[in-house]
């Protein structure tokens, strides 16, 4: 959970720090773009302006060769000729671009259509461009330009050969020229304007607006400007072109340009805010920073929520994971995330891992209900809790009826005293049945710590006694692993033994107490070990159903009954009913019953010469009713019959006999230990044994020992007995010679003798 915790962080962190990166790398981008755009600025700035510079002069001289036509024209012309001269002037004033034209002969005689197409006298003419120095100059062959108020007068000589005779002069509006002055190219950031060699402006543009927040400047700049640029003419260089970068009054920095025109000494200047460029750069690279950044904050914000998310999910599956529905408690999995550090703190066995079940759990179920059966479940749980002693010590419910432990080990002998108290405890819990436990034990000294393995050896130790009655208790210890090696050495000795034909088949009476015969037999396993003698069942029958040896034993000795059977009808000898013992692990698979019919047909015995017996635990506990029903329907099917064994040795549910379709129920042999001093053991019996006769089952009573034991039985009208009083199992040439040829066990006089 911490280290989930922890990698959410680091997440956050490394989300952060990208994000951080991201916008330094923005950032130090943006910047890279507005220096170029900067760098580009320059070089727009000059290109704008060159063509500025040439527009303009090619516009000027445009004005100076319409004039200069006009002049040639008006110097052939009859002088004398007034009216014919003013109608020339007013029509060229008409269809050219200029507001006023004049005409001044050198020898002082000058006519004028002025703006407002009057005409004027020579007096009036000369009063206006007498006195210039641009008319002066221009009679010395120049053509010239001069300002005049609102207007500008472009001057130009007119040649009679080589003698100048006149000046043609062409009045325009300064309005109109300021309009050449117009330059969209820098929308409003940047304008041209016209000076003369003296740095002063001469035409600038109309955006007035602009130049208002500059004006302060502007004349300085210029001024500068022409001073540089007449240093540069001094020093014989070419001025054509000067950057200059001003801070304007408003702290705008601002590129100047200038370019040199061929005409009247005039020069074009081009002036663009430094970031013109880059100023629309930074625009859009603003609108993708906020972008950006809206980007990242709904990323963020997306983050924070998928991690929120991410975290409540993640506690929802932890609550789901970390504890057991069922008790509340904790479940396996916490248990192992939490015992496993534990252990590894203190691997010298300081803790004791023990894995706790809960004996015929499934048994408890059927009877009491699966709400009983959760009930318990829960209070074992709270039982266990109780008994930790400290919070170093930890309990789990597992799956179904299992639960672990985690508990402090100081002393071998005080675990046992503890763990049985909890047995003792979970005893007293009152439910449909006693409750008894399996306990198994593991003390953690191993340095290198597996949960898994741990709890497996704690299992393995459990199960070893799982199948006892009571409650048990084991330790995964060196003894517990000796015994399991030489079980495994045992297996292999039963395993050569079937090979070798080492098992016998005994033969142990059934006798009616009324007909006063052997109605039947059981057959009971023996081993006759080469080295090691006689064997009994107990020894080796839980071992062989342990490992799956237990069909091949049960077919051995059927086949070896069917056999007997066989032998002795040929020698017309009726052996009446001849039970078999069935392991319960068998029902696993209930094809046996077929095979077993096709044993019985292979030696010609009739299946109803044959009982096939399965314990009360087996239909009682691990089975539900309805597959214990199949399982007895089938053998009535391949026409076999059936009894019960063993009952009363556990939990005698004698209510369930009625739904279960057996032939003979076998009363367990603790039934008759204290049975004839004790009355109340007697009723039980005696009512058992009227309930199945009034089912039609039978009764064979077992272990019956003494004469007192059996006139009980005979008087309660028990069927069958079995027991030493008449006789042990027996060899199975024993058991005929002593039933049918000597016919030993009930003797004429109606009393029995006492079996070997
Ligand atoms: P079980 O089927 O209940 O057999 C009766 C057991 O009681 C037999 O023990 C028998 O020798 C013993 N017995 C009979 N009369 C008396 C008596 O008067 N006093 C005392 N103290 N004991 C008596 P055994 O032969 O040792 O068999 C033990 C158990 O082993 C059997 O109990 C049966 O569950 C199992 N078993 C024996 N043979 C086989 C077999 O072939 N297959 C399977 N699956 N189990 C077998
Ligand atoms: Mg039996
Ligand atoms: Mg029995």
Same mark, same amino acid.
């Given at each position: 959970m911490r280290s989930l915790r922890k990698s959410t962080l680091i997440l956050t962190l490394l989300a952060v720090a990208c994000i951080v990166v991201l916008l330094v790398a923005i950032i130090i981008n943006v910047h890279g773009l507005s220096m170029s755009a900067e760098r580009s600025t320059n070089s727009y700035l000059r290109d704008v302006a060159r063509q500025?510079?040439?527009?303009?002069?090619?516009?000027?001289?445009?004005?100076?060769?319409?004039?200069?036509?006009?002049?040639?024209?008006?110097?052939?012309?009859?002088p004398q000729d007034v009216v014919g001269n003013e109608e020339f002037l007013s029509r060229k004033r008409n269809t050219s671009e200029f507001d006023a034209l004049a005409y001044v002969s050198i020898n002082g005689r000058a006519l004028m259509v002025d703006e407002d197409g009057h005409f004027s006298t020579s007096d009036a003419i000369l009063d206006r461009y007498a006195h210039s120095e641009a008319l002066a100059e221009t009679l010395s062959g120049k053509t010239t330009a001069g300002f005049y108020g609102d207007y500008i007068a472009f001057m130009d000589p007119i040649y009679d050969g080589d003698e100048i005779s006149g000046v043609m002069i062409g009045v325009r509006a300064k309005t109109r020229l300021q309009n050449m002055l117009v330059n969209d190219a820098f929308d409003g950031r940047g304008f041209t304007f016209i000076i003369d060699q003296y740095g002063d402006i001469l035409v600038r543009p109309m955006a007035d607006d602009t130049l208002a927040g500059i004006s302060g400047f502007l004349n300085q700049a210029v001024n500068d400007f022409a001073a540089?640029?007449?240093?540069?003419?001094?020093?014989?260089?070419?001025?054509?072109?000067?950057?200059?970068?001003?801070?304007?009054?408003?702290?705008?920095?601002?590129?100047?340009?200038?370019?040199?025109?061929?005409?009247?000494?005039?020069?074009?200047?081009?002036?663009?805010?430094?970031?013109?460029?880059?100023?629309?750069?930074?625009?859009?690279?603003?609108?993708?920073?906020?972008?950006?950044?809206?980007?990242?904050?709904?990323?963020?914000?997306?983050?924070?929520?998928?991690?929120?998310?991410?975290?409540?999910?993640?506690?929802?599956?932890?609550?789901?994971?970390?504890?057991?529905?069922?008790?509340?408690?904790?479940?396996?999995?916490?248990?192992?995330?939490?015992?496993?550090?534990?252990?590894q703190k203190d691997p010298e066995g300081a803790y004791a891992l023990v894995t706790l079940n809960v004996k015929r759990f499934k048994m408890i179920n059927r009877l009491g209900g699966s709400h009983e059966g959760d009930d318990l479940l829960r209070r074992i749980y709270r039982v266990l809790e109780e008994n930790l002693i400290d919070d170093s010590e930890l309990v789990a419910h597992d799956m179904a009826d299992n639960f672990i432990l985690l508990l402090r080990n100081n002393d071998e002998a005080e675990l046992r005293e503890r763990l049985g108290n909890i047995a003792d405890d979970i005893g007293s819990i009152s439910t449909v049945l006693p409750v008894h436990t399996s306990q198994g034990v593991y003390v953690a000294n191993d340095a290198d710590v597996d949960m898994i393995a741990f709890m497996d050896r704690a299992n393995m130790a459990r199960m070893s006694k799982a199948d006892d009655y009571h409650s048990s208790l084991v330790f995964y210890d060196d003894d517990f692993v000796k015994q399991q090696e030489e079980r495994v050495r045992l297996i292999g000795m039963i395993e050569q033994g079937l090979e070798n034909d080492e098992f016998l088949v005994y033969l142990q009476p059934k006798v009616s107490p009324t007909e006063k015969r052997v109605i039947g037999a059981e057959a009971l396993v023996r081993w006759k070990h080469p080295e090691q003698g006689m064997i009994g069942p107990n020894i080796f029958i839980p071992l062989c159903e342990q490992n799956d040896l237990i069909g091949e034993l049960d077919e051995y000795v059927f086949e070896k009954v069917c056999k007997q059977i066989a032998e002795w009808q040929k020698k017309g000898w009726d052996p009446g009913v001849i039970s078999v013992n069935v392991s319960g692990l068998q029902?696993?698979?209930?094809?046996?019953? =077929?095979?077993?019919?096709?044993?019985?047909?292979?030696?010609?015995?009739?299946?109803?010469?044959?009982?096939?017996?399965?314990?009360?635990?087996?239909?009682?506990?691990?089975?539900?009713?309805?597959?214990? =029903?199949?399982?007895?329907?089938?053998?009535?099917?391949?026409?076999?019959?059936?009894?019960?064994?063993?009952?009363?040795?556990?939990?005698?549910?004698?209510?369930?006999?009625?739904?279960?379709?057996?032939?003979?129920? =076998?009363?367990?042999?603790?039934?008759?230990?204290?049975?004839?001093?004790?009355?109340?053991?007697?009723?039980?019996?005696?009512?058992?044994?009227?309930?199945?006769?009034?089912?039609?089952?039978?009764?064979?009573?077992?272990?019956?020992?003494?004469?007192?034991?059996?006139?009980?039985?005979?008087?309660?009208?028990?069927?069958?007995?079995?027991?030493?009083?008449?006789?042990?199992?027996?060899?199975?040439?024993?058991?005929?010679?002593?039933?049918?040829?000597?016919?030993?066990?009930?003797? =004429?006089?109606?009393?029995?003798?006492?079996?070997?």
């Amino acid at each position: 959970m911490r280290s989930l915790r922890k990698s959410t962080l680091i997440l956050t962190l490394l989300a952060v720090a990208c994000i951080v990166v991201l916008l330094v790398a923005i950032i130090i981008n943006v910047h890279g773009l507005s220096m170029s755009a900067e760098r580009s600025t320059n070089s727009y700035l000059r290109d704008v302006a060159r063509q500025s510079a040439q527009v303009i002069e090619e516009r000027l001289n445009g004005l100076v060769n319409s004039l200069r036509i006009i002049g040639d024209s008006m110097a052939h012309r009859d002088p004398q000729d007034v009216v014919g001269n003013e109608e020339f002037l007013s029509r060229k004033r008409n269809t050219s671009e200029f507001d006023a034209l004049a005409y001044v002969s050198i020898n002082g005689r000058a006519l004028m259509v002025d703006e407002d197409g009057h005409f004027s006298t020579s007096d009036a003419i000369l009063d206006r461009y007498a006195h210039s120095e641009a008319l002066a100059e221009t009679l010395s062959g120049k053509t010239t330009a001069g300002f005049y108020g609102d207007y500008i007068a472009f001057m130009d000589p007119i040649y009679d050969g080589d003698e100048i005779s006149g000046v043609m002069i062409g009045v325009r509006a300064k309005t109109r020229l300021q309009n050449m002055l117009v330059n969209d190219a820098f929308d409003g950031r940047g304008f041209t304007f016209i000076i003369d060699q003296y740095g002063d402006i001469l035409v600038r543009p109309m955006a007035d607006d602009t130049l208002a927040g500059i004006s302060g400047f502007l004349n300085q700049a210029v001024n500068d400007f022409a001073a540089e640029a007449e240093a540069q003419r001094n020093a014989g260089e070419e001025v054509n072109a000067l950057d200059i970068t001003l801070d304007t009054d408003q702290g705008t920095a601002m590129l100047l340009d200038y370019q040199a025109l061929d005409l009247f000494d005039w020069a074009v200047v081009t002036m663009v805010a430094e970031d013109f460029l880059s100023h629309e750069v930074g625009m859009y690279m603003t609108n993708i920073v906020i972008t950006l950044v809206v980007l990242m904050v709904i990323f963020m914000v997306m983050f924070i929520v998928l991690i929120f998310m991410q975290n409540r999910y993640q506690n929802r599956l932890e609550s789901v994971a970390f504890a057991d529905s069922l008790t509340g408690g904790m479940s396996l999995i916490r248990f192992q995330m939490l015992a496993e550090p534990r252990i590894q703190k203190d691997p010298e066995g300081a803790y004791a891992l023990v894995t706790l079940n809960v004996k015929r759990f499934k048994m408890i179920n059927r009877l009491g209900g699966s709400h009983e059966g959760d009930d318990l479940l829960r209070r074992i749980y709270r039982v266990l809790e109780e008994n930790l002693i400290d919070d170093s010590e930890l309990v789990a419910h597992d799956m179904a009826d299992n639960f672990i432990l985690l508990l402090r080990n100081n002393d071998e002998a005080e675990l046992r005293e503890r763990l049985g108290n909890i047995a003792d405890d979970i005893g007293s819990i009152s439910t449909v049945l006693p409750v008894h436990t399996s306990q198994g034990v593991y003390v953690a000294n191993d340095a290198d710590v597996d949960m898994i393995a741990f709890m497996d050896r704690a299992n393995m130790a459990r199960m070893s006694k799982a199948d006892d009655y009571h409650s048990s208790l084991v330790f995964y210890d060196d003894d517990f692993v000796k015994q399991q090696e030489e079980r495994v050495r045992l297996i292999g000795m039963i395993e050569q033994g079937l090979e070798n034909d080492e098992f016998l088949v005994y033969l142990q009476p059934k006798v009616s107490p009324t007909e006063k015969r052997v109605i039947g037999a059981e057959a009971l396993v023996r081993w006759k070990h080469p080295e090691q003698g006689m064997i009994g069942p107990n020894i080796f029958i839980p071992l062989c159903e342990q490992n799956d040896l237990i069909g091949e034993l049960d077919e051995y000795v059927f086949e070896k009954v069917c056999k007997q059977i066989a032998e002795w009808q040929k020698k017309g000898w009726d052996p009446g009913v001849i039970s078999v013992n069935v392991s319960g692990l068998q029902l696993k698979d209930i094809d046996f019953i =077929k095979r077993y019919r096709a044993i019985a047909d292979k030696y010609g015995v009739d299946p109803s010469m044959i009982e096939l017996e399965l314990t009360e635990s087996v239909m009682f506990s691990d089975t539900e009713i309805i597959e214990a =029903k199949n399982v007895l329907d089938k053998i009535h099917e391949y026409g076999f019959r059936c009894s019960m064994d063993d009952f009363g040795s556990g939990y005698s549910a004698l209510g369930l006999l009625q739904e279960l379709p057996i032939d003979c129920l =076998k009363l367990d042999r603790s039934f008759f230990t204290g049975v004839v001093d004790n009355r109340r053991a007697q009723i039980i019996i005696e009512m058992i044994i009227r309930l199945a006769k009034r089912l039609h089952i039978h009764t064979v009573a077992e272990g019956i020992e003494t004469d007192k034991q059996f006139a009980i039985l005979r008087n309660m009208g028990c069927d069958m007995i079995q027991g030493f009083f008449f006789s042990p199992p027996l060899p199975m040439d024993e058991y005929a010679d002593m039933v049918f040829v000597k016919g030993e066990i009930y003797n =004429k006089k109606g009393t029995s003798n006492r079996g070997h």
